[in-house]
């Protein structure tokens, strides 16, 4: 059923660090969604693309369609970066497929 | 202006007790999501409205699961005779439109014993 999977699961790196969190789906899509959630439940969308690469700030979203992949780099990474990113896809229509997640820790 | 508001934030239900969801989207928004995200897993889509019109349900685990949007804004989703596995946090979200950036709300965290 795993329309979407994304790697790694889990993530801990040191402050500072470049990270990368890849996404791999296997519907065709209209666009595709990188989601950051805190703990407590609150999420937030990052970016919403449906090629090339977006950037905002320290982030940086791109994505493949040919190669249905995207990756979401983050760059100086700051220990208020930790959270979970959660990369979604939508199809034409209303479907949404969600990822389950990569759980990112930033160290100090 | 204000976000996606969820109400309550937390709700604990005895087995087979009814619940009630409330979400409020952000005003104009047309497309409204409601998602259930079980513990360390990803939301999955429950149903999906455009104004008042419930054009998704497919997601929906059960008949005991229902919602609605009578009025094209706020929306209930609501759960009969829950049971242990409804566990799970009840997130909606809202768009201006299906294909365009979601909003979430906060969560309903949902606790059944």
């Known amino acids: 059923k795993n329309e979407v999977e994304q790697s790694p699961q889990n993530l801990t790196a040191q402050e500072g660090e470049f990270i990368t969190i890849n996404c791999s789906y296997s519907?065709?899509?209209?666009?595709l969604h990188w989601l950051q959630q805190h703990p407590g439940g609150g999420i937030v969308s990052l970016f919403m693309l449906s090629s090339g690469k977006k950037k905002h700030g320290r982030l940086i979203a791109t994505i493949n369609i040919q190669e249905k992949h995207s990756s979401l780099h983050i760059t100086a990474s700051h220990p208020r970066d930790s959270a979970v990113y959660i990369c979604a896809v939508s199809r034409a229509g209303n479907q949404f497929y969600f990822g389950t997640g990569t759980s990112l820790t930033v160290i100090p | 202006g204000a976000g996606v508001s969820q109400s309550p934030r937390y709700k604990v239900a005895k087995r087979g007790q009814d619940v009630a969801l409330r979400c409020d989207p952000i005003s104009g928004h047309v497309s409204l999501f409601w998602y259930q995200q079980a513990l360390g897993q990803g939301p999955e889509f429950l149903t999906y409205f455009q104004n008042e019109a419930q054009l998704d349900k497919s997601g929906l685990p059960s008949d005991r699961f229902f919602a609605e949007r009578p009025e094209g804004s706020v929306s209930t989703l609501k759960i009969q005779r829950t049971q242990q596995e409804d566990s799970a946090v009840y997130l909606c979200?809202?768009?201006?439109?299906?294909?365009?950036?979601?909003?979430f709300g906060p969560g309903t965290r949902l606790l059944v014993l």
């Open positions: 979200a809202s768009s201006r439109d299906s294909q365009e950036t979601q909003y």
């Open positions: 519907v065709g899509i209209s666009a």
